[in-house]
T-cell receptor, first 110, second 112 residues
Framework: GQQLNQSPQSMFIQEGEDVSMNCTSS?????WLWYKQDPGEGPVLLIA?????ELTSNGRLTAQFGTTRKDSFLNISASIPSDVGIYFC??????????FGAGTTVTVRA | GAVVSQHPSRVICKSGTSVKIECRSL??????MFWYRQFPKQSLMLMAT?????????EQGVEKDKFLINHASLTLSTLTVTSAHPEDSSFYIC????????FGPGTRLTVL
């Protein structure tokens, strides 16, 4: 599927910091999803967004479905060490296939 | 809920042999499952869409005779890598579709 433009590619976090990442696309998606993948594991669904403009929270995570339906962002508030991992955005249209971003690698700053 | 399992979690095989990977939805039925391949430090690439009771749909560039998919029941899809070669070594991940896609834990295939 079409790759989404996800940024940043990587980031270093300090415990307690808020972090943000986003995804953009040149075309419209009906659903935006955010997954987290730990090394050697499959992606785990964090947040699913189904409506343009929707803002959804899951604990310290907040994600929004852009009003143009071509972008989404994910915020993590008050980060903790277990937030490290790779975060992927994904979008789908009507065929339920997912197009993935390249991922944002989150690492704890020493 | 929405738990997906894969078996085996890792497999090492000799070049030229075939390897079967199972994907099961444990607490729901899935008409559609998906198979992905992920190379190190890369994103997930969709290989094929597996539909219960019908033929799989393969993405462009994926050899259907090499990656055989069978979706015989609403809770099980299998991917068989036939005549595996070292370049087939990768992390294979399945997902099952409910309200959205839920992923299995992945299978690490190493072909010697």
């Amino acid at each position: 599927g079409q790759q989404l433009n996800q940024s940043p590619q990587s980031m270093f976090i300090q415990e307690g910091e808020d972090v943000s990442m986003n995804c953009t696309s040149s075309s419209i998606f009906n659903t935006w999803l955010w997954y987290k993948q730990d090394p050697g594991e499959g992606p785990v669904l964090l947040i699913a967004l189904y409506k343009a403009g929707e803002l959804t929270s899951n604990g310290r995570l907040t994600a929004q479905f852009g009003t143009t339906r071509k972008d989404s962002f994910l915020n993590i508030s008050a980060s903790i060490p277990s937030d490290v991992g790779i975060y992927f955005c994904a979008g789908s249209r009507n065929d339920y296939k997912l197009s993935f971003g390249a991922g944002t690698t989150v690492t704890v700053r020493a | 809920g929405a738990v997906v399992s894969q078996h085996p979690s890792r497999v090492i095989c000799k070049s030229g042999t075939s390897v079967k990977i199972e994907c099961r939805s444990l607490d729901f039925q899935a008409t559609t499952m998906f198979w992905y391949r992920q190379f190190p430090k890369q994103s997930l690439m969709l290989m094929a869409t597996s539909n219960e009771g019908s033929k799989a749909t393969y993405e462009q560039g994926v050899e259907k005779d090499k990656f055989l998919i069978n979706h015989a029941s609403l809770t099980l899809s299998t991917l068989t890598v036939t005549s595996a070669h070292p370049e087939d070594s990768s992390f294979y991940i399945c997902s099952a579709s409910l309200d959205t896609q839920y992923f299995g834990p992945g299978t690490r295939l190493t072909v010697l």
